[in-house]
């Protein structure tokens, strides 16, 4: 009977360790997405054991003051759902690229790195610097293929295979200007009687003559009106180095340059830049300085890649009331579906722990509004609704943990809304979507493997003369035809023979 008894006494214990590390539904879980997760996260540790493990992270932002004590909350909870802790390493945008390319490089042990189309997502995947995660997907990352749909991972796929999983947010993209509010309602500037660009110059110079120290249109090298336009009004085709322009349905490959939207838009922006409506540092300067500069009141107004709520969204994110106006036309590209990804680095000890992770972005509510807005009551405080706002004394800009970074992980319509965004918000981003003009070329990937030279040489070219003309920093007339034929020099025409061979061949399959 002792014997009997002291059986099932052990039972009992190894019963209660498997429980506690497979982690309860808890009390911040209740969508039903996510108590599937407790579930599939009970298999998951009966299939690792769910040894500790460290989580690294790196995704471009600004470092918060209160970052450690965010990271100090999630690892409580993810120390209970998946027997892991997180260490998040945001860097600048600004210094994105060389830290990543280094850290590739150097094979530095890492878990967790955000992509998109961008940010070199195709030539990073295609060279192995990802780990290949649909047998990933299929085992731990249930949730993440309920909640995104076959729609999402098709559109991010490379040849069929996930390489990252996106974020769920907006199908479509547009682009559009964010204004001051304070400012359109001084002047009683009426935005809907604004039809085209060339409408906002006497807007541009009432400010400038009225408002001392406030510069109608601020501008950054990798963040201005040129490249937004370009954008969404043609399809990039993964990095701009030979586009389509959804609207002549001949899919045909062309050098952006030579485009009459962008040509017309830098004509534009010369315009301005010699008005003296743009920030004269344009060229230089990184993205987080142009918020920087908005948060002072230093600025007007700047273009964006607009959604539903997009003005809200930044309030929030500056301190500084916006509005905005978009235009173009909603538009759906594979850019579109790779603008924000997390992929799984191939140095990463523990893929299947880093998945998990994943999933949990996908379906647990409490831990993706941790990481997107920080500690309740600390650096946001929730009504009965549900609804955020600051706490009494705070504000974006005092506000220890204000990253902006919402957009960029798991579902973001698990995220909370906060006061001063619509109610209807997520409804509005479904019409959105819905609304989008889908490029012909979704779905089609482009694999630079074959001119990687040629790419790489275009690159250094553009870092020359890119920003100065995007911005209207220098004049087109003298250096545009320059810029092209350095473009032609380095190999452009060899690598837009070799998209549209490329485009050609996916054609024959898709039509």
Same mark, same amino acid.
């Given at each position: 009977?002792?014997?009997?008894?002291?059986?099932?006494?052990?039972?009992?214990?190894?019963?209660?360790?498997?429980?506690? +590390?497979?982690?309860?539904?808890? /009390?911040?879980?209740?969508?039903?997405?996510?108590? /599937?997760?407790?579930?599939?996260?009970?298999?998951?540790?009966?299939?690792?054991?769910?040894?500790?493990?460290?989580?690294?992270?790196?995704?471009?932002?600004?470092?918060?003051?209160?970052?450690?004590?965010?990271?100090?909350?999630?690892?409580?909870? =993810?120390?209970?759902?998946?027997?892991?802790? $997180?260490?998040?390493?945001?860097?600048? *945008?600004? #210094?994105?690229?060389?830290? +990543?390319?280094?850290?590739?490089?150097?094979?530095?042990?890492?878990?967790?790195?955000?992509?998109?189309?961008?940010?070199?997502? /195709?030539?990073?995947?295609?060279?192995?610097?990802?780990?290949?995660?649909?047998?990933?997907?299929?085992?731990? %990352?249930?949730?993440?293929? @309920?909640?995104?749909?076959?729609? *999402?991972?098709?559109?991010?796929?490379?040849?069929?295979?996930?390489?990252?999983?996106?974020?769920?947010? @907006?199908?479509?993209?547009?682009?559009?200007?964010?204004?001051?509010?304070?400012?359109?309602?001084?002047? &009683?500037?009426?935005?809907?009687?604004?039809?085209? =660009?060339?409408?906002?110059?006497?807007?541009?110079?009432?400010?400038?003559?009225?408002?001392?120290?406030?510069?109608?249109?601020?501008?950054?090298?990798?963040?201005?009106?040129?490249?937004?336009?370009?954008?969404?009004?043609?399809? /990039?085709?993964?990095?701009?180095?030979?586009?389509? !322009?959804?609207?002549?349905?001949?899919?045909?490959?062309?050098?952006?340059?030579?485009?009459?939207?962008?040509?017309?838009? $830098?004509? =534009?922006?010369?315009? *301005?830049?010699?008005?003296?409506?743009?920030?004269?540092?344009?060229?230089?300067? &990184?993205?987080?300085?142009?918020?920087?500069?908005?948060?002072?009141?230093?600025?007007?107004?700047?273009?964006?890649?607009?959604?539903?709520?997009?003005?809200?969204?930044?309030?929030?994110?500056?301190?500084? @009331?916006?509005?905005?106006?978009?235009?173009?036309?909603?538009?759906?590209?594979?850019? @579109?579906?790779?603008? #924000?990804?997390?992929?799984?680095?191939?140095?990463?000890?523990?893929?299947?722990?880093?998945?998990?992770?994943?999933?949990?972005?996908?379906?647990?509510?409490?831990?993706?509004?941790?990481?997107?807005?920080? $500690?309740?009551?600390?650096?946001?405080?929730?009504?009965?609704?549900?609804?955020?706002?600051?706490?009494?004394?705070?504000?974006?800009?005092?506000?220890?943990?204000?990253?902006?970074?919402?957009?960029?992980?798991?579902?973001?319509?698990?995220?909370?809304?906060?006061?001063?965004?619509?109610?209807?918000? *997520?409804?509005?981003?479904?019409?959105?979507?819905?609304?989008?003009? &889908?490029?012909?070329?979704?779905?089609?990937?482009? !694999?630079?493997?074959?001119?990687?030279?040629?790419? #790489?040489?275009?690159?250094?070219?553009?870092?020359?003369? %890119?920003?100065?003309?995007?911005?209207?920093?220098?004049?087109?007339?003298?250096?545009?035809?320059?810029? $092209?034929? &350095?473009?032609?020099?380095? %190999?452009?025409?060899?690598?837009? +023979?070799?998209?549209?061979?490329?485009?050609?061949?996916?054609? +024959?399959?898709?039509?």
């Amino acid at each position: 009977m002792k014997k009997q008894l002291g059986t099932l006494l052990t039972l009992i214990s190894l019963m209660a360790v498997l429980i506690s +590390a497979c982690g309860g539904a808890g /009390n911040n879980t209740n969508n039903k997405v996510g108590n /599937n997760e407790n579930a599939s996260s009970s298999t998951n540790t009966q299939d690792k054991a769910l040894d500790p493990y460290k989580l690294v992270m790196y995704y471009p932002s600004t470092t918060p003051a209160d970052l450690n004590l965010v990271q100090e909350e999630m690892n409580k909870y =993810l120390t209970e759902k998946i027997n892991a802790t $997180i260490e998040l390493k945001p860097i600048d *945008w600004g #210094a994105w690229n060389d830290k +990543a390319n280094l850290m590739f490089a150097s094979n530095e042990k890492f878990d967790l790195i955000f992509t998109a189309s961008y940010l070199s997502y /195709n030539s990073n995947a295609i060279k192995g610097q990802y780990i290949q995660m649909d047998d990933l997907l299929a085992k731990y %990352g249930q949730g993440i293929t @309920e909640t995104l749909g076959s729609d *999402w991972i098709k559109g991010s796929q490379i040849d069929g295979r996930s390489f990252a999983v996106p974020t769920l947010k @907006e199908f479509a993209g547009s682009a559009g200007m964010l204004f001051r509010k304070d400012l359109i309602e001084k002047y &009683k500037i009426d935005l809907d009687s604004i039809n085209n =660009l060339d409408d906002l110059t006497p807007v541009f110079q009432q400010i400038k003559e009225n408002e001392p120290g406030v510069t109608p249109l601020l501008a950054a090298g990798s963040f201005n009106l040129t490249g937004m336009i370009g954008g969404y009004t043609l399809d /990039n085709l993964g990095d701009s180095y030979g586009v389509l !322009d959804p609207e002549n349905k001949d899919m045909k490959v062309v050098n952006l340059l030579e485009t009459d939207k962008i040509k017309s838009t $830098i004509d =534009l922006m010369r315009k *301005w830049n010699l008005a003296g409506y743009v920030n004269k540092d344009a060229p230089t300067i &990184k993205d987080d300085q142009l918020y920087n500069l908005m948060k002072a009141g230093k600025g007007f107004a700047f273009a964006a890649a607009t959604k539903p709520g997009k003005d809200a969204e930044m309030s929030s994110t500056l301190g500084v @009331e916006l509005v905005q106006k978009d235009f173009t036309k909603p538009q759906t590209t594979t850019g @579109e579906a790779t603008g #924000a990804m997390m992929a799984i680095s191939r140095t990463s000890a523990n893929p299947e722990r880093a998945m998990m992770f994943l999933n949990l972005l996908y379906t647990d509510k409490y831990l993706i509004n941790l990481l997107d807005f920080g $500690i309740e009551g600390k650096h946001y405080v929730k009504n009965t609704e549900g609804i955020l706002s600051y706490p009494e004394g705070v504000t974006a800009q005092s506000s220890g943990y204000n990253p902006g970074t919402a957009w960029m992980f798991g579902n973001q319509m698990n995220t909370a809304l906060w006061s001063n965004e619509d109610p209807q918000k *997520w409804d509005k981003f479904k019409a959105f979507n819905e609304s989008s003009v &889908k490029s012909p070329a979704l779905g089609f990937v482009w !694999d630079p493997a074959n001119v990687k030279n040629e790419v #790489a040489a275009c690159v250094n070219v553009k870092s020359q003369f %890119g920003a100065p003309l995007f911005t209207g920093s220098i004049d087109p007339e003298e250096f545009l035809p320059e810029y $092209i034929q &350095k473009l032609k020099e380095a %190999g452009l025409d060899k690598v837009i +023979a070799e998209k549209q061979k490329q485009l050609d061949e996916w054609v +024959a399959v898709n039509k």
